[in-house]
């Protein structure tokens, strides 16, 4: 059976007869078991996936009312809950948290009769660009296992590029999603803050993070946002979409548009394999009848510092409440007090995540909330006032998703501030509350290139059309596992 | 000079669910951590959901303080470790940058002097730790969540009372305002609490925190300016600081300075986002606001010529403002009023007796129509009342069941005088020597008839009898 297949061909197969869902997701359940022990893309699987699969056969048999997705099997990054499963934020902190709720993004994909694979890894409550802050161990990229995934949804990202699930949800507060996205040449879309609920999201900087879909083709991003998008009753921030299609119209093509080169984010720091296939993604969309001009964001040099204040800022407030008192692991309270139980029970955060936490407590503090925190929540301003500003006379703003292509364990991971820098051409959207796609462009040593679009506000619809145009120019080799 | 401010903590109880979830508000009739939800004991992926009755309840009391309302609010995070804060931040609201709380610069007049509000802001309470042995039950220290995230209104004043004597005055004002509100239950166990600080002529300002009830409060108020001047007087210094009240020792004691210390890290409350409060919501809640407690007095007193005093007892509170408001017509409003207090609060003097009392409006006219028609005595009435509170029975039904009408057949008055002169001889001869003496003879008849005896009538016949 070919499991390097997009949902929407999927549907067809199981609506013609082609193969049940449950052969499906019998495959779909090997292939894991085939490779998973190298690629480690999942956390943990639904042992009901099965049984889930023959549900929705016997709904389709007995032509009972079925839901949009006929059953195609999707994996959810480990910081979004589901009841009863585990959902560890890949922290030892979190090891045996079990969810007593299921988050809306979810619940709304359940409602549509999909089979949930299981849970992929992150780096440790989404915090790294590589998976290997994982307290579990990283993911593989499963174009070289000897290179990183990208992250944090590094998971996510290789259990799509790995045909281990043919779609997932990923989390994106700087990059998460477009970065392991670009890594393994999947489609991953960040969409408008507010989008998308967070209810049952495991905040990290909840002013700026978006859930967003991982799939393998455009119209697949299309298909599932669809399904989670719009408003919702239990997530005060997320606003009335009018129930856009957008799947409808997504062949429409970039005729006319104005598109914007981010002069700070092609310029500099670019790999030279990166910077030829920019150049080649500009003249395919000059080939498509769009018109291409260089645009000068000014404060793009200040985003990244910007973005790790303020999400360091919120970080420490978001995880201020795992103290190991309501739940947590086991750790005998006996000889402590109050604040040195705390202090030894938060010790099982990983270094990335302590690090942060320790900045958190720093930057907004009395003293130097002026000379840091609110300074970077200056930045966020000018920087949306630059970006609306660039939006009255482009379309769409594009960039390489990241300014190199995957790089080897262990390169980067001891220097965190070069590992910052990756976010360079992400953070932007995350500040701005835009939405922004990686498309996977190139394949070049093996590795994957994305190309970055950057659309308005609520936008989706447009974005995506110019993704898919993007899409249609290229022409990528299977993954080599 | 004392100064004195307060710091006022206030739940919303008349809500129904809490500030981010639809957990109760009134949280007290639950086994402890049964009134939880991931939301109110923060758990991961959980997110507010705010209430917004709760915005509009705190704006009515903002109001009702006479404080500028923000066309806009926003909420921050205060954060802070406490094992009764399921976040480990409390969700409140701060005016760094200008007006983003509920409501600012108000006042209240407390007799002649005026006193400002600072700030008014929404805030979720936290849970409540019971410590090791507060009770038999109690072996080790424990967390309860029920009340964690329950609407609480605090309210902020300049430094601006004089006397411990005048923040009492001022609190009853308040608590009785947010009452009539029907916003909150101030005579809630927990549910209205104040932390003070003072200073006096020459000396920094100490804050005064841990007071359990508004007693405390001036107790802890008294003896804090006490230790201040007696500080004073030997010329040392008095320390800016925080202090606590030993509820035990009746003193307060020097909080660590740790405490005082903490940086709070305030920043915007991103999950929930700007709350727009329009000129069309604000007048709305002003139109629906209930009549103050000055205007009711102020209409008692001139609309129907009773007391001030009466009018104020009435109007303060919306238990009897409301018996009242709906018993009353022209011709009896001032017989209703006088009733009430003097004879109704002597037996309905707590909210719990309140909450019990069987009494209605109706029952009120009733009386007063019955005692103004001389169908019962104001003895009887006062019997009858303590019925009607316990059965809430008609008021017919209980004068005939208690045998409580009033007796002004003249001829079985007569027929008990006569009865009497013969028992009470010298009384008789008494009573024809000295008159003031005649009470005796009246004290009796009223005694044989259980009160049920026309008075005036009474003292007619005997008066009658003696001349003959």
């Known amino acids: 059976m070919n499991l390097n297949t997009s949902i929407l061909k999927y549907i067809e197969d199981v609506k013609s007869g082609t193969f049940t869902v449950e052969e499906f997701t019998a495959a779909t359940l090997q292939r894991i078991k085939d490779v998973d022990g190298d690629v480690h893309a999942y956390l943990s699987l639904n042992d009901s996936a099965i049984n889930d699969a023959k549900i929705i056969d016997k709904k389709i048999s007995s032509g009972e009312k079925i839901g949009r997705g006929y059953g195609f099997p999707i994996s959810i990054k480990d910081n979004i809950c589901i009841t009863g499963t585990k959902t560890t934020c890949a922290s030892k902190i979190l090891e045996n948290f079990i969810a007593p709720y299921t988050s809306t993004v979810v619940n709304r994909l359940q409602n549509e009769d999909v089979v949930i694979t299981g849970k992929t890894n992150l780096d440790e409550f989404a915090m790294g660009l590589t998976t290997e802050f994982s307290a579990f161990g990283p993911t593989k990229n499963p174009w070289n296992l000897k290179y990183v995934p990208g992250g944090s949804s590094g998971g996510s990202a290789a259990s799509v590029a790995a045909n281990e699930c043919l779609a997932s949800l990923g989390s994106d507060t700087g990059g998460s999603v477009r970065n392991p996205a670009s890594f393994c040449s999947v489609v991953g879309l960040k969409p408008t803050y507010g989008l998308i609920s967070r209810y049952g999201l495991i905040s990290y900087a909840n002013s700026i993070e978006q859930i967003g879909p991982m799939t393998k083709t455009v119209k697949d991003s299309a298909f599932l946002l669809n399904i989670i998008a719009g408003q919702d009753a239990n997530d005060d921030t997320t606003i009335n979409n009018n129930n856009v299609n957008y799947l409808e119209n997504i062949e429409d093509g970039i005729e006319d548009k104005r598109i914007g080169i981010i002069k700070e984010m092609t310029i500099d720091g670019l790999s030279s394999e990166v910077a030829t296939a920019t150049k080649d993604a500009i003249k395919d969309f000059e080939s498509l009848g769009a018109s291409c001009d260089e645009v000068t964001l000014p404060t793009i040099p200040y985003t990244v510092a910007a973005y790790y204040t303020i999400t360091s800022t919120e970080a420490g407030s978001n995880l201020a409440r795992y103290d190991n008192i309501r739940y947590g692991y086991e750790l005998e309270s006996e000889g402590y007090e109050y604040n040195s139980y705390i202090s030894k029970s938060r010790t099982k955060f990983g270094p990335e995540v302590t690090r942060r936490i320790i900045l958190g407590g720093f930057v907004p503090s009395a003293g130097y909330a002026g000379k840091y925190f609110l300074k970077a929540l200056k930045v966020k301003s000018k920087l949306t006032s630059e970006v609306n500003k660039a939006f009255e006379n482009f379309d769409y703003l594009i960039a390489p998703t990241t300014p190199v292509q995957p790089f080897r364990f262990g390169e980067k991971i001891d220097d965190p501030v070069t590992l910052m820098l990756l976010d360079y051409n992400t953070v932007t959207a995350n500040l701005t509350g835009k939405p922004a796609i990686s498309v996977p462009y190139r394949v070049v040593n093996g590795l994957p290139i994305g190309m970055q679009i950057m659309g308005n506000s609520l936008e989706e619809k447009s974005l995506l059309q110019s993704a898919y145009a993007l899409e249609s120019k290229t022409n990528l080799p299977a993954v080599p596992l | ?468």
């Open chain 2, 1 to 468: 000079m004392t100064k004195i401010g307060l710091e006022i903590h206030c739940q919303l109880t008349k809500l129904e669910s809490k500030l981010f979830c639809s957990c109760k508000a009134n949280y007290r009739e639950f086994e402890p951590n049964h009134n939880i939800c991931p939301i109110c004991i923060g758990l991961p992926g959980s997110l507010p959901r705010l209430n917004r009755k709760a915005v509009e309840s705190a704006t009515s009391i903002a109001m009702a303080l006479s404080c500028e309302t923000p066309e806009k609010i926003a909420f921050f995070r205060k954060n802070y470790f406490y094992p009764d804060s399921p976040k480990n931040f409390q969700i409140t609201q701060l005016n760094v940058y200008g007006n983003m709380s509920v409501g600012g610069e108000g006042y209240v007049n407390v007799e002649d002097k005026k006193i400002k509000i600072r700030r008014i802001q929404l805030e979720e309470d936290p849970g409540r730790i019971i410590y090791e042995g507060a009770s038999e039950r109690t072996k080790i220290t424990l967390v309860d969540y029920n009340r964690a995230g329950t609407p609480l209104v605090e309210i902020v004043t300049d430094p601006d009372f004089e006397s411990p004597r005048q923040v009492r005055v001022f609190l009853n004002i308040l608590s009785d305002l947010l009452e009539n509100l029907g916003v909150a239950e101030p005579g809630l166990e927990g549910a209205m609490r104040a932390d003070g600080n003072v200073s006096i002529e020459g000396g920094n300002k100490v804050e005064i925190k841990n007071i359990g009830s508004f007693h405390d409060l001036e107790k802890a108020l008294h003896f804090e300016i006490t230790r201040q001047q007696s500080l004073f007087e030997r010329d040392i210094e008095i320390a800016q600081e925080t202090r606590h009240w030993d509820d035990r020792r009746k003193i307060t004691v020097s909080s660590r300075s740790k405490e005082e210390d903490q940086d709070y890290r305030y920043f915007l409350e991103n999950d929930i986002p700007w709350v727009k409060i329009d000129q069309s919501t604000r007048d709305a809640l002003k139109e629906n606001m209930p009549e103050s407690i000055s205007s009711k007095k102020e209409r008692y007193v001139e609309k129907f010529d009773i007391a001030p005093q009466v009018a104020g007892i009435i109007a303060s509170d919306r238990y009897y403002s409301k018996l009242f408001e709906n018993a009353y017509s022209e011709h009896n409003a001032k017989d209703i009023a006088n009733l009430l207090t003097t004879d109704v609060i002597g037996f309905i003097d707590t909210k719990e007796k309140q909450q019990n009392s069987k009494i209605t409006s109706k029952h009120l006219s009733d009386l007063i129509d019955a005692i103004n028609s001389k169908t019962i005595t104001r003895n009887s009435a006062k019997i009858a009342l303590q019925e009607i509170m316990k059965s809430g029975n008609d008021m017919k039904d209980i004068l005939q069941e208690m045998d409580l009408g009033q007796v002004s057949d003249s001829s079985e008055i007569d027929t008990l005088i006569s009865q009497i002169f013969k028992d009470e001889k010298q009384a008789v001869i008494d009573a024809k020597e000295r008159p003031e003496t005649i009470n005796f003879l009246v004290g009796k008849v009223m005694q044989k008839t259980k009160g049920k005896a026309d008075p005036v009538k009474t003292l007619e016949l005997i008066k009658s009898k003696l001349n003959q």
